[in-house]
């Protein structure tokens, strides 16, 4: 018996196939709804149902640290504090003042952390964004209490102006 193909190859090679694939995944977590056709709008589904399942399962998968950490210190205005100092061969320079305080930090446990590592496999990087705490803090408590699986939707749109082809616009639940 011939066996079908597993996913939609979408008129693309692979290598592009699978970056618009992960444009689109990408989009769909951050912006929580995009526009696109039907076909890639149904790939699309099933990696973000993935991700989401992912996230909720190791969602609380972490341990609070102390971590020491030596920061600069700041005075009353912001400003980095600086002290005159006198180097070995007689010269006078300005040096930062430091100071070391612990802090309560999030450390991942493996399974977390092998969690996070596939979805920024799959994911793109996006400035002044981090989407996988995204995922763990934002999307994943808001799925907390559902079953597995159905966190996006798909509604047709009807036809595209210019191809006609079939829109649809994905979003998160």
Do not use: C, W
């Amino acid at each position: 018996m011939k066996k079908l193909a597993t996913n939609r190859k979408l008129g693309r090679p692979t290598d592009i196939r699978m970056a618009m694939l992960k444009t689109l995944t990408t989009d769909l977590i951050m912006h929580g709804k995009v526009e696109t056709t039907l076909a890639r709008a149904k790939e699309v589904k099933a990696i973000a149902d993935s991700l989401i399942a992912l996230a909720i399962k190791e969602k609380d998968n972490f341990e609070m640290v102390d971590v020491k950490v030596v920061k600069a210190k700041l005075d009353a205005k912001g400003n980095k504090e600086t002290e005159l100092v006198k180097s070995k061969n007689g010269k006078e320079y300005l040096k930062v003042v430091k100071e070391e305080t612990t802090e309560k930090r999030q450390k991942d446990m493996p399974s977390r952390l092998n969690a996070r590592r596939k979805m920024m496999k799959t994911l793109n990087k996006v400035n002044g964004v981090d989407l996988t705490s995204k995922l763990f803090n934002e999307i994943a408590p808001n799925y907390a209490g559902k079953n597995v699986g159905g966190y996006t939707r798909i509604i047709k749109a009807g036809p595209r102006r210019g191809d006609g082809a079939e829109v649809a616009i994905l979003q998160l639940i």
